[in-house]
Structure formats: C-alpha cells, structure tokens
T-cell receptor, first 114, second 111 residues
C-alpha cells in the first residue's frame, strides 16, 4: 500500500496567481514524478526527480517548476496561473527494484484557473 | 518517440464474462510492463506488473506478455460492474528511466 499525499485536492484560482501543489510520500522512495492529465486523455510526465537536489523536465513542456529539498517532499509551483493550466496534476513515487520501478500515485489535485 | 498503443474502447462486457484488454509498444528494449486501473476522476491504481514472457495471474486478473510481438494484455475473469474503469498500459523505456503510458481502454461491465 502506497502512502503518498497531495494537497490541495481541488483548487479554483484566478489568472495570474502563484500556486504551489504539494506532494509528500512516507515510503522513503527516492524517485518522484509529476504528471498532468486532462479529462479522458493520457498521462503526460512534466517533471521527475531521482533524489534530493535532482530535478528534470519530462516529455510534456510545462511552465511549472519543481524542487526536491527533502526526500519525502516534491512540490510543484506555477508562478502565474493561466486557464491553459487547468488540468489534473498527479504525483507519483517509486523505488528501484527488480526489473523496473513500480510507480504509486497520489490522489491528485484538480486545478481550475479562471 | 516511443509509443504505447491501446484501443480506447469502450469495451462492453456482461457481468461474469472475461474482459480482454490489449496493448502494443514500440520500444523493443522495454523490460517492465504495468497495468493500472483508473476510475473516473481518480488517480491510477496499480493492478499488476509483468517482466517475463508468458502469463502472470493474480486473483481474477491475468497479465500476458509477448516480447517478440511487443504485445501485453490483461484478462479479467468473472467481470464485475465494479471493474468498470479505464485501464492504462504502461511500459518502461529500455533505459528504465521513464514510464510511458497508453491512452487507456475504457471497460464497461453491465449487470
């Protein structure tokens, strides 16, 4: 059972606001990920981290930024929210094992930018 | 661009039937394969992982892998209405650095 948490679960905010989406995991996983998913569409990787002070951009270009100062914490920040950022944001974590990582997902944050 | 292809469905089966979900992938070097279930508005939930050719069974679920054909499938026996969801196929790239998701197949089980 994965213990990975995201807050807030739902956020409605106006254009131009700065927002931070929180993600924490209590499993000691070294790898963490942020995905973006629009309704009925596939998951797109926007950021990932393989450990403290390590962050990389994913396949989908995103105006967001991330940080990894602590193993358990991987927040995502949007400096100036726009309606095009409206989406569901999913955080996941994994640890290397066997033939490949198994990723476990948090409950997600549904963001609406007006 | 490495791809994972799934039929988007919807796949409709009656309660108690076998549901068969299919997935093909393009990265011949992939070694790890996963099936996730995602209910509407929820996050993906891991159902099974498979790494070797052949079948892997877990309760009502069986994953099948054929690396030569670059094909992975998920069978759900005795389908229940609670199985109605979108099923995501995910494949690790050869380097194991990224998990590539398909668009998902929507399954509807009618009672």
């Amino acid at each position: 059972e994965a213990d990975i948490y995201q807050t807030p679960r739902y956020l409605v905010i106006g254009t131009g606001k700065k927002i931070t989406l929180e993600c924490s995991q209590t499993m000691g996983h070294d790898k963490m990920y942020w995905y973006q998913q629009d309704p009925g569409m596939e998951l797109h990787l926007i950021h990932y981290s393989y450990g403290v002070n390590s962050t990389e951009k994913g396949d989908l270009s995103s105006e967001s930024t991330v940080s990894r100062i602590r193993t358990e914490h991987f927040p995502l920040t949007l400096e100036s929210a726009r309606p095009s950022h409206t989406s569901q944001y999913l955080c996941a974590s994994s640890t290397s094992g066997g033939m490949g990582d198994t990723q476990y997902f948090g409950p997600g944050t549904r963001l609406t930018v007006l | 661009q490495k791809e994972v292809e799934q039929n988007s469905g919807p796949l409709s089966v009656p309660e108690g039937a076998i549901a068969s979900l299919n997935c093909t992938y393009s990265d011949r070097g992939s070694q790890s394969f996963f099936w996730y279930r995602q209910y509407s508005g929820k996050s993906p939930e891991l159902i099974m992982s498979i790494y070797s050719n052949g079948d892997k069974e877990d309760g009502r679920f069986t994953a099948q892998l054929n690396k030569a054909s670059q094909y992975v499938s998920l069978l759900i026996r005795d389908s229940q209405p609670s199985d109605s969801a979108t099923y995501l196929c995910a494949v690790h790239n050869q380097a194991g650095t990224a998990l590539i998701f398909g668009k998902g197949t929507t399954l509807s089980v009618s009672s």
